[in-house]
Structures are given as C-alpha cells and as structure tokens.
C-alpha cells in the first residue's frame, strides 16, 4: 500500500481485531477519518438549517446564513409538501407551523408558503429559493430530511437541479431506498436511524457491504451500546444527532462517533464549559434592561414560605424600589425601602400577593450589590438561591449531581413585549429526558418542576428569545434549596 494512500476500512477493521481492545479507541479515531468520499467530511453540521434569528427549527435563509457565518460548511434542512406537490424548507406543518406562522396548522401551496409573513422575521424557502442559495455558497454540504416520501423528493431534487447533485447527502430511513437513492444519482448517502428499527448488526451488515458517507443515530443510541465503536472499526463514519455541548461531543468521539448535528455548537467557538457538580450557571448573549429581574417560585412547593430578604453588601446605603409583577406582566404592588450598608431587609410578599401566587415575578430597581434570596419555613439558612440579573440572555445553562430525592424549580421570564419561544432540554446523564419548546406571552413566567431521583449528572439548557431564568434545586432530606 502507497504511505501516502489511507487504508481501506476492511484494512483498518483487521488492523483493530490484531491491535486488541487496549488501543481501541485511540485507533478508532483514525479509523474514523476514513469513508468512499475523498474530502474530509465535517465534524459538526447545523442542524434544521441552524440558528436563525435566536430560535431553532426554522429551516429559514438567516438560519442558512447564520450557519454559513458561524464557520459550517454542512448543513441539514428539513424539507415538507406543499398541498400543491411541492418541497419547502419546514420541519413540519403541525408545531413549528404554527410557531413560525402564527395561525392554525395546515399544509399551504408553495406560492402561499413563500408570501406568507413570519412572526419572527424570518425569510423562508422553497426548494427553488434553496437552489438559488448553493448557487451563492459553493461551498456548502445540504443534509436533506424528508419525512414524508423521501425518494419521491430525491426525485424531485434530482430532475429540477441536477448540477448540485454533488452538494446534496440525503438521508434515507430504510436500506431499501439506497438502491434507489444511488440510482438517481447520489453518490454521497447517509443512513439515519431514528426511524429504524434494525438491530445493531443489521445496521452494521447494510453500512460495511454499502458505501455510505455516514451512519446517523440519536443520543440515546449512540450512549447505549458499541454500535459507534463496530461502525467506526469498519471504517464507517457514525453522526450522532442532536449535541448541543462540547463534553458530550468529546465523550461520544471516544466511543467512536465522528461528529454531530448540533443547534449550538460552532466549528467557530472554543467550547463551552460543562457546569461542575456544585451547580452554577451559565448564561450567553445580552440585552440590557434597565432593572434586575428575579422569577419566583408556587411558594408551597418544597417547604417555601413568602418571605424574600434583600442584603446590601456594597457597604453603603442603598434605595431599592420593587415591583411585584402578577401573571401577564401586570403590576401588583410597588414598594420603596431603604437598606443600610452591609445589612438586610426581609420583606413577606404575601402582604403584596395573597394566596402566595407562583405566577409572578419581581423587578428591581437597586445596585447591583443588592443580592435577593427566598427564605422557606424549614430552615432559616443563609444559603444563596436566587441571583438578580441585570441582563436578560438567549441562553441559560445549569447542572450538577442530582440528589437521589426532591427535584429542579426552573422559572423562565419573558421580560420583553413580544411572544417568545423557548426550548427547555433536560439531560440526566446522557440521555436527553426532556425537550420542549413552549410560547411565552410578554410579561409571563414559564414554571417547570423536575423531580429528581438520581444521582447521576442532570444539565438544563433553556434557549430562545430574551429571557430571565433561575432554578433553585430542591433537596427534602437536607432541607434546604442549593
């Protein structure tokens, strides 16, 4: 063999089985490297177009763009008929219809597809709109997922654009389609599991006797067993969808996967940090507001009672001003007091909100020295729970070990004037437990309660528009809130 020329993935799998398990993995990842396609695939693709104006799914062109911007050079689409027979770029035509249009669900025909006016300001595209923008970046990879008859819109693709055929990776859900799939003219073919119920050796018997740019699999499956590991040891590339933080990635590139579909990551950042045990926070992306903002919580859960301090650690004195703001942003009450320098003031809100209303959320006008804390009737502890934030952000991370008991408070502000949409994911170890995405109208609170019975890892993610989000973890034995 030329020792310029890689070896072929049959040479790497008996290389593998002579090396033996103890250098397994550090072979895999050279391993990996290999497929029937000369360049380099990407380790990262964005995935539903990628992000367009701060929300995910919209499969729209300042999703393209964004994408193009942030570094990517593959991109998956999600492509749906039209009631006239026509591919769009849109995830479906039930939820993320009615979040990016804003009227009930319903396939359009493609002309009202294009003129109709999105209530994010978004530009969406046919597949016409889609050819016009490879023509612009040449350089750029499209994943397509066609949910529904995939090969009749391979087809469709093939017939009207033939000469960007070579930028096109469709993913097929059955091996059966493959045939078909090359037949049309596609040399460069993934094959994505999320809808296939083989077997692990099936998959691994179609993916070594067919030439494939990958194997796609979701988390869960990726984590659960050595399919990546056998896959990679053939010389197959393995796509795990979806991964939104660094660690992840890097863990399951040691089991063998290549790369990710990711909303979040970028080939352009240097990695975000996973939170330690401990609990902390992480937050990106700014929009200035001109008070503090602190969502509290349904006051009988987890012992609360409705007495909230306030400490002054500037050292000097200081006025705040508070505003008790009731479900749909309207103002309960307004106080002013003042606080000595060092010192603290407790105030019960239940003076302001009878009944101990969880639906609201308070804002603030103070230094920033001034740090708010809930107080709860089993112990009158000084342990921080909440903090002000004087920024609202588009991302919001928390995680640590779990407690085996109790559970996660997760409140989410919107404190602007619009509808926001938010996407809460909630992993426990690696497997991604919870993933929705909820509408928030201007001035509301999203309450979430996650009841914790493990000790394993737990990281919440919420993303999307502006927000103010705090969680407060709740353990009954310890009694008191971290």
């Not at 035509?93 to 009202?112: I, M």
């Not at 096109?168 to 599991?193: C, D, K, M």
């Not at 740019?213 to 990726?222: D, L, N, S």
């Not at 804390?373 to 909440?386: H, I, M, Q, T």
Request: proline residues 6%; charged residues 25%.
């Amino acid at each position: 063999m030329d020792s310029g020329q890689a070896p072929s993935p049959r040479v790497c799998h008996r290389v593998v089985q002579a090396l033996g398990s103890a250098v397994l993995v550090v072979f895999l990842w050279a391993c990996a490297e290999l497929s029937s396609v000369a360049d380099p695939a990407p380790r990262l693709i964005a995935h539903a177009g990628g992000i367009g104006n701060h929300r995910t799914y919209t499969n729209s062109l300042e999703a393209l763009d964004n994408s193009v911007a942030r570094g990517f050079t593959a991109v998956e689409i999600d492509l749906s008929w039209t009631s006239d027979d026509h591919l769009v770029l849109i995830h479906d035509w039930d939820r993320e219809f009615v979040k990016l249009f804003d009227r009930l669900s319903g396939r359009l025909t493609v002309a009202e597809f294009r003129s109709t006016p999105s209530v994010h300001g978004l530009s969406h595209l046919s597949l016409e709109d889609l050819e016009e923008w490879l023509v612009e970046h040449p350089n750029i990879l499209i994943v397509t997922d066609i949910k529904e008859r995939n090969i009749d819109g391979l087809r469709s693709i093939a017939e009207e654009y033939p000469e960007q055929l070579h930028r096109i990776v469709p993913q097929i859900y059955r091996p059966e389609s493959y045939p078909e799939a090359r037949r049309l003219g596609y040399n460069h073919v993934i094959f994505t599991l999320y809808r296939s119920d083989l077997s692990d050796q099936q998959v691994i018997d179609f993916a070594t006797n067919n030439p494939l740019f990958g194997v796609t699999m979701p988390i869960r499956h990726a984590m659960e067993g050595t399919l990546p590991a056998e896959l990679a040891a053939h010389g197959v590339r393995v796509f795990v969808h979806t991964v939104n933080d660094y660690p992840t990635m890097k863990r399951l590139q040691t089991q063998g996967v290549y790369g990710v579909y990711t909303d979040w990551l970028s080939p352009a950042d240097e990695g975000f940090s996973r939170p330690p045990a401990t609990w902390s926070v992480r937050t990106e992306g700014e929009l200035p507001l001109d008070r503090l903002v602190v969502p509290f919580f349904p006051w009988k859960m987890a012992g609360l009672n409705t007495v909230v301090s306030f400490r002054n650690t500037s050292g000097f004195e200081k006025t705040v001003r508070l505003h008790i703001m009731g479900s749909g942003g309207r103002s309960l009450a307004t106080d002013e007091f003042e606080i000595p320098g060092d010192d603290e003031k407790r105030l019960d809100l239940e003076r302001y909100v009878p009944n101990g209303s969880g639906q609201g959320w308070l804002l603030i006008d103070a230094a920033d020295k001034i740090v708010v804390r809930p107080r709860w009737r089993f112990l009158d502890s000084s342990e921080g729970v909440w903090t002000a934030e004087r920024v609202a952000r588009t991302r919001f991370e928390t995680g640590g070990s779990g407690s085996g008991l109790g559970g996660l408070l997760v409140a989410v502000v919107n404190p602007t004037d619009l509808i926001q949409s938010y996407r809460l994911q909630r992993l426990i170890g690696a497997d991604a437990i919870d993933d929705d995405v909820v509408d928030v109208k201007p001035g509301h609170q999203l309450l979430r309660v996650y009841r914790s019975r493990t000790e394993e890892e737990i990281q919440i993610t919420v993303t999307g528009g502006p927000m103010v989000a705090q969680v407060v973890r709740w353990d009954p034995l310890d009694r008191y809130m971290r």
